[in-house]
């Protein structure tokens, strides 16, 4: 918080790296496609038009991570949609190129960015808070984004508040600090507290500070002895039946790592990666009902999709950045900032998947590349000679150099926009033809789209759904339609939805001996899926077992009997979801031929 910002004319230049982080957080954290479009877009567009000497330079370690995850594409059962997700990669990889291109003007503007938007999502946060709504911050809906961002300022205001010069500027980082743990423990973030903690630890642990440590320990003790437990219930969130979820999600992504831990099982594909290992959780009327997007951890994430060699050399990243740069008097003041920024990022990601948001992202990898400029990593005395432009970022404009810009560095920069482009068409083109596909714009046109659209994502549940009744609608073709069912069964083996489909082709086509086992397996994940159940009590009848149709049609009733929990979601409310006609007559029908029915 005691960085001085120079002004001058060209200064603004300097502040460019930060525009673009404050950019990101404004187009929605980058949590959708058109933010993302609309960033990589806006961002190419500024490397090609004002750096024109730009370099894709990178560090060891981040070179080999974008190596083995381009590596990854042909390993990808979805090539395409996988590439997608690398196209952000590149977003991030260029980007902290270009902030290691940048010098200590760029690192101070930086610094104040991060420190902003930290304080302004905590006073978002407190503010909503005192109107008694449920805390959101800056990104979105959820506050853990807002969350990482205000545990990084915390402990980059550590950092300030040790190195400050005067006691005004140690007022002012404590205050900083101040505000900004009131708004983690108003958001009541668990991964924002341990992210925030543990740099704060880091930061004494590089400083040699071994007092201050067991100071901050035996504080941090006493207020955990002394703090109700009515408190720590709700700090842990103990009374919501989804605290813990995380964790088994946490040992699906290590059984989907120890099943593919080399490549994984491809970029983007946590969702589909979660279906296949999917663990129950009952909540009143569904135990497979629930899914996830990510692995609720950066690391597990990255593992499951890309293979452990990607998370390792993601870890290696940011241990080279923290570890690299220059530390003590010969560094620049924001230095010991800019690590406490990486490191309360990387920690929380560890444990919740802040990575989601891009924005938080670009501030990781922003950060790093800070950290890996020349400025840093150089003497006081040795920087102005080894950053050209006094500081700023090179590029059109920046220095004399750029009027000559190296062909293959262009080239490089050419190839990038390209790649980012081609990226945003496919899937631009992926939307439009998912939601042509169920459009109703005719069986041949919607057929078109849904093959487009399967190419881009063959594995996508709800494409597979509408793939199985597309060809039911559109010859009758029952035995393809089973096939079709069984093979996405293979994939996604905890969904009742298919095995119900497939029992469905299977009854159409004549087989009912394959029909009955497939929703015996259906009812086996969901007993409380009434409509599987009430086609499995048919079939039990056609068969004239009108004992355990009987019985089928008795568990149907005791489930109508018992409602206490409403279905909130589509899932729950498709398994509650019962014909009535053909119930009664089915109801009937036992009643008449088998005495033991219910009455």
């Known amino acids: 918080m005691t960085f001085r910002i120079e002004t001058g004319e060209k200064k603004w230049r300097a502040a460019v790296p930060a525009l673009f982080l404050v950019l990101a957080v404004a187009l929605g954290g980058l949590r959708d496609f058109a933010g993302w479009a609309a960033f990589s877009g806006l961002f190419t567009c500024y490397l090609v038009l004002f750096e024109r000497d730009f370099s894709f330079s990178v560090t060891g370690p981040l070179a080999l991570f974008g190596l083995w995850l381009a590596l990854g594409l042909c390993f990808s059962p979805e090539p395409l949609n996988s590439f997608w997700h690398f196209s952000k990669y590149l977003v991030f990889l260029a980007f902290f190129a270009f902030t290691r291109s940048c010098g200590e003007e760029t690192a101070k503007f930086w610094a104040w960015a991060v420190f902003s938007l930290a304080c302004l999502a905590s006073m978002f946060i407190l503010l909503e808070r005192a109107l008694g709504v449920t805390p959101a911050g800056l990104i979105g809906a959820n506050p853990n984004y807002s969350a990482a961002f205000m545990a990084a300022g915390l402990a980059g205001a550590a950092a300030a508040a040790g190195g400050a010069a005067s006691a005004k500027a140690r007022l002012a980082s404590g205050a900083a600090a101040a505000l900004l743990a009131a708004g983690i423990l108003a958001v009541n973030s668990r991964g924002a507290v341990l992210a925030a903690a543990a740099a704060v630890f880091f930061l004494f642990w590089l400083k040699k500070a071994r007092r201050p ?8 003790l006493l207020a955990a002895a002394v703090i109700p437990a009515e408190y720590w219930s709700w700090f842990l969130k103990l009374k919501d039946p989804r605290s813990l979820e995380r964790l088994s999600i946490w040992k699906t992504a290590f059984e989907a790592i120890a099943a593919q831990p080399g490549f994984g099982f491809g970029l983007g594909l946590f969702e589909q990666i979660f279906e296949a290992f999917k663990f129950p959780f009952y909540n009143g009327i569904s135990y497979y009902g629930h899914s996830t997007l990510h692995a609720h951890s950066e690391l597990l994430n990255l593992s499951a999709e890309a293979g452990l060699p990607a998370a390792a050399l993601l870890a290696w990243a940011l241990v080279s950045g923290v570890l690299g740069a220059k530390s003590g008097p010969a ?12 490191f309360a990022l990387f920690t929380e990601a560890a444990v919740d998947v802040i990575f989601y948001s891009g924005a938080v992202q670009l501030c990781f990898f922003g950060t790093l590349g800070l950290l890996a400029s020349p400025s840093s990593l150089l003497p006081v005395t040795s920087r102005q000679s080894a950053v050209a432009g006094n500081g700023n970022c090179t590029g059109a404009g920046f220095h004399p150099s750029s009027l000559s810009p190296h062909p293959s560095a262009r080239a490089v920069l050419y190839l990038l926009a390209a790649a980012l482009a081609a990226a945003i068409l496919l899937r631009r083109g992926f939307e439009h033809n998912r939601l042509c596909a169920g459009s109703g714009n005719g069986p041949a046109a919607s057929a078109a789209c849904l093959k487009k659209a399967l190419g881009f994502s063959p594995g996508d549940a709800q494409l597979r759904k509408a793939e199985i009744a597309a060809v039911l609608k559109r010859s009758g073709n029952y035995a393809r339609a089973a096939a079709l069912a069984d093979d996405a069964v293979f994939k996604y083996p905890k969904d ?23 929703l015996v397996r259906t009812l086996a994940l969901e007993p409380g899926f009434l409509s599987a159940r009430l086609g499995l009590a048919q079939l039990l009848a056609r068969e004239k077992n009108f004992k355990a149709a009987a019985a089928e049609v008795e568990k149907i009733e005791k489930a109508l009997e018992n409602r206490r929990t409403v279905p909130k979601t589509a899932y729950d409310r498709a398994l509650r979801y019962l014909p009535r006609a053909a119930y009664d007559e089915i109801k009937n029908f036992c009643r008449k031929n088998f005495y033991h029915s219910p009455p």
């Open 496 to 518: 009742p939805f298919l095995t119900e489909a497939a029992a469905e082709a299977y009854f159409s086509g004549g087989d009912a001996v394959l029909a009955k086992e497939r």
């Open 213 to 220: 440590a067991l100071y901050l320990a035996g504080a941090l």
């Open 331 to 342: 560094a620049r003041p924001e230095n010991l900032a800019l690590k406490m920024f990486a």
